[in-house]
Nanobody
């Protein structure tokens, strides 16, 4: 059974850092594009970052450029989102997604496989 499990969320003060993990099981992440999305209650899911499977090409939404870094460790079958200089407006539930694309995919509805989400709260 194909499964994605996020972890690493929590409460952090503004300016702090968190590293989210997305562990895959039931399939090999090597051939899958990965995306990180976030969603606040009542709002649409927003793309944060994505990475291709072919050459590691990455994309970042403008508000997170220079602060967030997406990466993948195929040997551990895990993807990561390193989040630095966190701001209160980064508070959301963060989801990872994966699907069999070689290119990076920015759009949420192109992904079939999703994790359950991990909550990030940035507050004093």
């Amino acid at each position: 059974q194909l499964q994605l499990v996020e972890s690493g969320g929590g409460l952090v003060q503004p300016g702090g850092s968190l590293r989210l993990s997305c562990a895959a099981s039931g399939f090999t992440l090597d051939d899958y594009a990965i995306g990180w999305f976030r969603q606040a209650p009542g709002k649409e899911r927003e793309g944060v970052s994505c990475i291709s499977s072919s050459d590691g090409t990455t994309y970042y939404e403008d508000s997170v450029k220079g602060r967030f870094t997406i990466s993948r460790d195929n040997a551990k079958n895990t993807a990561y989102l390193q989040m630095n200089s966190l701001k209160p407006e980064d508070t959301d539930v963060y989801y990872c997604a994966a699907d069999e694309y070689q290119i990076m995919v920015k759009v949420a509805n192109r992904y079939k496989n999703w994790g359950q989400g991990t909550r990030v709260t940035v507050s004093l």
